[in-house]
């Protein structure tokens, strides 16, 4: 039987809550031989495969956790369409068009028709908000309510949005402002408090995020984008895996807290900074942009009705800055990550 | 919000071990819109989407869950590569080569990093032994074991065997010899006993499963097969699965038992007709052969080193009967289904 031997290293036993979702992905990767002329690499946010010299076909998995992914008052609705959302998120991040949607279901013993009924409710929203169509997939039992979502789309190989082609004096630049989804976690898990109005802005941007693929797809048009990345993480690991990838630093010259997030906070005496670089659960676009291109970076993300924040540049330098007023500081390599972050 | 209302209608209670796994994707597969111009039905092993007027991109997405999917003497790494092996031979009975596997792994807590490393070498052993490689994936928490894989191809549009095309006329065939899977779970659930050399045969069956890929490239090179699907639910299971979408029935004049079964059953006193036709956690390949083209086909298959056993024939008649020696008997429509059966 081909039962492999057990790994006999002083490290074998570290589990991987002590490991991480970082760590574990490294160490999958390192034992999976590599395909010859792999058009993206792995780890970026999605995978590719040549199709011809141009075109590629470009596929992301990734799943939803009810246990770990699904704060308590989002519902099966809002949870089915978030899981879609978040893989959309990764098209969105290297400017590709999904253009379909396999669904592998894993659903404990107790649920009940009308559960699985708003599931395929929310899934068929969420690929139909951005124009994907469910074409396949199976369903299994698990302990846990298990969403795991693969999407499909081509491409051009040249036009595709990676981590790693950041340089030395491009423009950082996000696709929104930070920090709703963090503090209505916050909200949730943490008796915090908010008004009614405010309550529900940030219940929103955790219950019903929005991926940013029109913004991507017309960052990917308009050829201005050097590197990008969603912000699921957190603003803080977007920029730690662009800088690893690129081979750069960054100096941000201001963080783009939302204005919710600053009256959320001052209120509960939290730190919006906090809140707005190390949250994730948000789903914003963080790109590196040619300086001789920001015009037409800009007007491409205008012409869809988004808005292009510059926060930074890139840095020869790696280490990753914040620099406002004079007070420099050190941006921290840390967000939200399975295994280590709570729900 | 855009959380859905509860359906109230009588049967919105029903638990998802009432509904088993057949219902409840059909449930699912009514509340998502169709793709226009889909290339391959929604329920089929696999799903594509069309390139240009010719090629298709074929994709699957199955995962294996430890508690239900992994019987108690099976290894992580065994594990790891049955969660591939059982996609490809999806892929398998569609004659399609699969070129890249994304996985999306959710782990337990306690999970060590000798066992992410026995994972990581079993999904990369399953790979390479199909032809594959691995390209992405990511990981997450979860309380069982997840393995939930995506599989990429290319494909003909015409050249796929669909579980849609049989004729009546047409000879029914398999890739090999059943009941050997289910054989050897008896072994390990159910107190049977055997020899060791037989329980090694039978055991090596559910541990070490093989895909007939091999086979499916070549029947589908053939141009001899109407229709196709694997047994991985059981060889009844299968037979109701092509009837149903091919609108036909089958006539079955041998039931290809396992050498090794016959020995099995008559030791423990059990049916080997029962292990056979209704065992699933087999990948043999279930097909229907224009009958001008059998000689094409056998020789298709035995020239990769494989063989094709001619076991009935298709019927205009929608039932599935078992005739042996001039004894008619009702083939029933069960077989391995989640939700229902149990390891």
Redesign the interface.
């Known amino acids: 039987?081909?039962?492999?031997k057990?790994?006999n290293d002083r490290?074998?036993?570290?589990?991987?809550?002590d490991?991480g979702?970082r760590r574990?992905?490294e160490?999958?990767a390192?034992?999976?031989?590599?395909?010859p002329n792999?058009p993206?690499p792995?780890?970026?946010d999605?995978?590719?495969?040549n199709?011809d010299s141009k075109q590629v076909?470009v596929?992301?998995?990734?799943?939803l956790?009810g246990?770990?992914?699904v704060p308590r008052n989002m519902?099966l609705?809002?949870a089915a369409?978030k899981a879609i959302v978040m893989n959309v998120s990764d098209f969105a991040s290297k400017g590709v068009q999904p253009?379909?949607a396999?669904?592998?279901?894993?659903?404990?013993?107790?649920?009940?028709?009308?559960d699985?009924?708003?599931?395929?409710?929310?899934?068929?929203?969420g690929?139909?908000e951005y124009g994907l169509?469910?074409?396949?997939?199976?369903?299994?039992?698990?302990?846990?309510l298990?969403i795991?979502i693969?999407l499909?789309g081509?491409a051009e190989k040249t036009a595709l949005m990676l981590r790693n082609g950041a340089k030395p004096g491009d423009l950082l630049a996000v696709t929104g402002f930070f920090g709703k989804s963090s503090s209505g976690l916050c909200l949730i898990m943490d008796n915090c408090k908010a008004s009614a109005d405010l309550s529900e802005v940030l219940l929103?941007a955790v219950?019903?995020p929005k991926a940013r693929l029109r913004d991507g797809l017309a960052l990917g048009s308009s050829a201005s984008v050097t590197a990008s990345i969603d912000s699921s993480d957190g603003l803080a690991w977007s920029l730690y895996e662009v800088g690893k990838m690129s081979n750069v630093g960054f100096i941000v010259n201001s963080v783009p807290v939302a204005s919710e997030v600053r009256r959320f906070a001052e209120f509960n005496h939290l730190d919006p900074l906090e809140l707005s670089l190390y949250g994730g659960e948000e789903y914003e676009l963080v790109t590196t942009v040619r300086p001789k291109k920001w015009g037409d970076a800009v007007s491409a993300v205008e012409g869809v009705g988004g808005c292009l924040l510059p926060i930074g540049k890139v840095t020869r330098d790696k280490q990753i800055f914040l620099d406002v007023d004079g007070k420099k500081q050190v941006i921290e390599a840390r967000g939200w990550e399975?295994?280590k972050s709570k729900l």
Not at 46 to 49: I, K, L, T
Not at 116 to 124: D, M, P, Q, V
Request: charged letters at 20%.
């Open positions: 039987m081909g039962n492999d057990i790994v490290y074998s036993n570290e589990k991987s809550t490991l979702e574990i992905i160490i999958l390192n034992h999976f031989e590599s395909m792999l993206v792995f780890g970026d999605v995978s590719a495969v199709l076909a596929l992301k998995t990734d799943m956790v246990k770990t992914d519902s609705w809002q369409r253009t379909a396999l669904v592998s279901l894993g659903l404990p013993r107790d649920f009940m028709r009308k699985i009924i708003e599931i395929a409710r929310g899934l068929n929203a690929a139909r169509y469910i074409i396949g997939g199976d369903t299994g039992e698990s302990s846990d298990i795991s693969s499909y081509t929103n219950c019903m399975h295994f």
